[in-house]
């Protein structure tokens, strides 16, 4: 089953990163099929410890049988409070992997494509309320089309929220074919496969909240490292890319430098790789929904 969940992109970089003692706490806030857990497991003794976060029902299925492992079923933005939970106050590293799961993709019926027919629906968290058919449904023109701009990054996206609403006279949009029939017009062959990824993943944010609880997330994660701790996070877009690069690199998530009396910028982190990396033409082969995935590893400085 783990397997064909996911295959984890720069599995040994993004884990290599970590600088692993062999009895230290780590976390993964983004199970999944396990991949990255279980390279962790390997590189720790008897006396380390994993605790990993998911908050999809089907990660369950994946969990590790291990006494060093605790599994967390529950979004990362609740990485604090349930490791308080567990009594937990620092922890000597944290691994992200913000793709989505091929299982996510691959699964129909949890709507997260637009190559097949199924019902809008995209939430991580099958206990949330809120779908992607209720975000076309209910929110205003203004604010889809702030959606769609700022999350998908859709020039007309002011054109295609007008769609939006006016299809939506005639009938609920419940479905995957219903919403790209919606996005035909604006999608010329040549760019079909790409405006419609990316207005499915404005929806997928927006569903999940994902931006908000990435940083969250960075942020208490920030808090619980120990000095020298490490922070490992592959992403795969540029709007979670840009927020992991200002945050390791100034503190904040608006990348505003602020300077010390001796002009060294103010950061709780050292970066470890100036260089993004991203997976070898070898990995790419493989693995071709690796191509996007950027690895970026800090230090706790203090």
């Not at 991580?124 to 889809?144: G, P, Q």
């Not at 479905?175 to 207005?199: C, V, Y």
């Amino acid at each position: 089953m783990a397997e064909a969940y996911h295959i984890p992109a720069l599995l040994n970089e993004s884990v290599d990163g970590l600088n692993i003692h062999p009895d230290g706490v780590y976390v993964d806030v983004t199970f999944g099929g396990g991949g990255h857990s279980r390279e962790i497991l390997k590189r720790l003794s008897p006396n380390g410890r994993l605790i990993s976060f998911d908050q999809d029902i089907d990660a369950c299925q994946n969990i590790i049988d291990d006494e060093r492992f605790l599994f967390v079923r529950s979004n990362f933005r609740y990485l604090k409070n349930f490791l308080r939970y567990y009594q937990i106050s620092q922890i000597d590293g944290i691994i992200a992997d913000l793709g989505v799961s091929f299982h996510h993709f691959d699964d129909v019926e949890r709507g997260f494509s637009f190559r097949a027919e199924a019902d809008l629906d995209m939430r991580m968290n099958v206990r949330a309320t809120k779908t992607a058919s209720t975000i076309l449904n209910e929110y205003s023109e203004d604010r889809l089309a702030d959606l769609f701009y700022l999350y998908g990054e859709l020039k007309n996206s002011r054109r295609i929220s007008a769609a939006v609403v006016s299809a939506r006279k005639s009938g609920e949009i419940n479905t995957t074919t219903d919403f790209s029939n919606i996005l035909k017009p604006f999608a010329p062959r040549e760019k079909e496969n790409k405006i419609m990824a990316q207005a499915f993943q404005a929806l997928r944010i927006e569903v999940n909240d994902e931006l908000k609880a990435l940083e969250e997330m960075l942020m208490q994660g920030c808090s619980l490292l120990k000095p020298n701790g490490r922070f490992s996070v592959i992403s795969y877009h540029s709007l979670e890319d840009r927020m992991v690069k200002n945050f390791f690199r100034t503190g904040n998530f608006e990348g505003n430098m602020e300077k010390d009396f001796f002009g060294n910028v103010k950061t709780p982190f050292e970066i470890i790789n100036r260089k993004v990396i991203v997976p070898s033409d070898e990995e790419q082969i493989n693995n071709p929904r690796s191509r996007s995935a950027k690895l970026r590893v800090v230090e706790k400085i203090n």
